[in-house]
T-cell receptor
């Protein structure tokens, strides 16, 4: 079956530090990959996506590249801000838009001023 | 453009009762899915509907059920509530492959 393994948290960084949150996956076929973010008391917001190998998703300074050879989709940001504090979820779907999302366990990120 | 609307936002129920949660998708979206989020189990898929038909179902007991109406609005029902059903229930809708989530209904069973 499909699965997503995500870097365990929590992660605490100082403002302007470099961020990496690791995500690897197991899936049949060619999955689409996503990063979602959840702020306190809210639902999930789509942060970025990639639908095929070597695609790079990017949004709000965050980036992730779909690496088929390593089955990975690591999230990176060059300079984090306090407002980036949230829980980040890596997810996949194997039938784009027509099938459930399989989520990782989430990584709680806290940025200290 | 209005997002996915879930009602109510918070709910407190007693063990053994039943509950109905509502979800209004983004206008034009025909697919709706539901997830349960708990600290211990994370995000778990409940079911997915498309044009009033259940297309996918997660591994939950029969106490959990759902439906979708002709206007794409969806409801999920949990009967005979247990303490372990306390969770954030998230609804999402999709049009072109990207799921947009609502803010969720936080259910507390006491």
């Amino acid at each position: 079956g499909n699965s997503v393994t995500q870097m365990e948290g929590p992660v605490t960084l100082s403002e302007e530090a470099f961020l990496t949150i690791n995500c690897t996956y197991t899936a049949t076929g060619y999955p689409s990959l996503f990063w979602y973010v959840q702020y306190p008391g809210e639902g999930l917001q789509l942060l970025l996506k990639a639908t095929k190998a070597d695609d790079k998703g990017s949004n709000k300074g965050f980036e992730a590249t779909y690496r088929k050879e390593t089955t990975s989709f690591h999230l990176e940001k060059g300079s984090v801000q306090v407002s980036d504090s949230a829980v980040y979820f890596c997810a996949l779907s194997t039938n784009f838009g027509n099938e459930k999302l399989t989520f990782g366990t989430g990584t709680r990120l806290t940025i200290i001023p | 453009k209005a997002g996915v609307t879930q009602t109510p936002r918070y709910l407190i129920k007693t063990r053994g009762q039943q509950v109905t949660l509502s979800c209004s998708p983004i206008s034009g979206h025909r697919s709706v899915s539901w997830y349960q989020q708990t600290p211990g189990q994370g995000l778990q898929f409940l079911f997915e509907y498309f044009s009033e038909t259940q297309r996918n179902k997660g591994n939950f007991p029969g106490r959990f059920s759902g439906r979708q109406f002709s206007n794409s609005r969806s409801e999920m029902n949990v009967s005979t509530l247990e303490l372990g059903d306390s969770a954030l229930y998230l609804c999402a809708s999709s049009l072109e492959g990207y799921w947009t989530f609502g803010s969720g209904t936080r259910l507390t069973v006491v």
